[in-house]
């Protein structure tokens, strides 16, 4: 159980353009879901809280108009990305909350190259 | 903020040895995760522990949550080649507040298991 997916596994996209991607929670309902970025040999670095029904939680210094979350219903969270720019480029890995537990689990990830 | 001091920050093994790394805490945790992560793949949970002094395994991993609640370690007993990886220890902050289901992760321990 607790298995999470995402869509797409890889995306390049020109630069000034938007990319949506999708993370799902396959076999339970995840109220709260989690956004994170990864830099080649470097820890995950949490962007935003994904809440179902509400606004997401941004950390410091992640910019919201940049990175479009929507959290619709308890097995999908979207990431978008507005406007990217190469400096963009990097692994993004989203996560969904077990309910009634601390532990979170992973999606696969998604690794976003902008030209 | 909270931080995670995980180390050692890197292990060259030989097939069969054991392996031990640890995670400490500046701060309270109420759950530690430890994570294995391979090359362009999301973070695979391993061990979750949620109580002080709780010991857990999973096959040849044993992990324990610290009796001071600011630390833990994980041991991999017989290593194999494809327990190549990067482990990440996570800390799950006291519940409430703006913490609240957000982890904080080590820098990592890239494992090397020669054959």
């Known amino acids: 159980g607790a298995v999470v997916s995402q869509h797409p596994s890889w995306v390049i996209c020109k630069s000034g353009t938007s990319v949506k991607i999708e993370c799902r929670s396959l076999d339970f309902q995840a109220t709260t879901m989690f956004w994170y970025r990864q830099f080649p040999k470097q820890s995950l670095m949490l962007m935003a809280t994904s809440n179902e029904g509400s606004k997401a939680t941004y950390e410091q210094g992640v910019e919201k108009d940049k990175f479009l979350i929507n959290h619709a219903s308890l097995t999908l969270s979207t990431l978008t990305v507005t406007s990217a720019h190469p400096e963009d480029s990097s692994f993004y890995i989203c996560s969904a909350r077990v309910p009634g537990r601390d532990s979170q689990y992973f999606g696969p990830g998604t690794r976003l190259l902008v030209l | 903020g909270q931080q995670l001091n995980q180390s050692p920050q890197s292990m060259f093994i030989q097939e069969g040895e054991d392996v031990s790394m640890n995670c400490t805490s500046s701060?309270?945790?109420?759950?530690w995760l430890w994570y294995k992560q391979d090359p362009g793949e999301g973070p695979v949970l391993l061990i979750a522990?949620?109580?002080?002094?709780e010991l857990t395994s999973n096959g040849r991993l044993t992990a324990q949550f610290g009796i001071t609640r600011k630390d833990s370690f994980l041991n991999i007993s017989a290593s194999i080649p494809s327990d190549v990886g990067i482990y990440f220890c996570a800390g799950q902050p006291v519940s409430g507040g703006t913490s609240y289901g957000k982890l904080t992760f080590g820098q990592g321990t890239i494992l090397t298991v020669h054959p």
């Open positions: 701060s309270i945790f109420n759950t």
């Open positions: 522990l949620y109580k002080a002094g």
